[in-house]
Nanobody
Framework: QVQLVESGGGLVQAGGSLRLSCAAS????????KGWYRQAPGKQRELVAA??????HYADSVKGRFTISRVNAKNTVYLQMNSLKPEDTAVYYC???????????????WGQGTQVTVSS
């Protein structure tokens, strides 16, 4: 059974930075794509960033501000978020699986997420 534990969220002023971490168990990170997602109140969950091997994918809204990275040996994926904006406020989740599933957010199980709140 895959377990995902997200951490690192918090309250930050606009323009600030946060680094999110996601520790996974029950899945081998090295052979799976990883993704960070977010869900704001009243909105659908959306893919923010994904990584698999040397490939990365970013939502247009975060390009140039967010960076996804991973340490496969630690089964951990990170999201460095810089130049944060109030519209980045959301609960952030991670997940891992086949590249297509990561890009489609096609998962039946999610962790609890970590809240990111950006004040103006």
């Amino acid at each position: 059974q895959v377990q995902l534990v997200e951490s690192g969220g918090g309250l930050v002023q606009a323009g600030g930075s946060l680094r999110l971490s996601c520790a996974a168990s029950g899945i081998t990170f090295g052979t799976n794509a990883k993704g960070w997602y977010r869900q704001a109140p009243g909105k659908q969950r959306e893919l923010v960033a994904a990584i698999f091997g040397g490939n990365t994918h970013y939502a247009d809204s975060v390009k140039g501000r967010f960076t996804i990275s991973r340490v496969n040996a630690k089964n951990t994926v990170y999201l460095q978020m810089n130049s944060l904006k109030p519209e980045d406020t959301a609960v952030y989740y991670c997940n891992a699986g086949p590249w297509g599933a990561v890009l489609r957010s096609d998962f039946s199980s999610w962790g609890q997420g970590t809240q990111v709140t950006v004040s103006s």
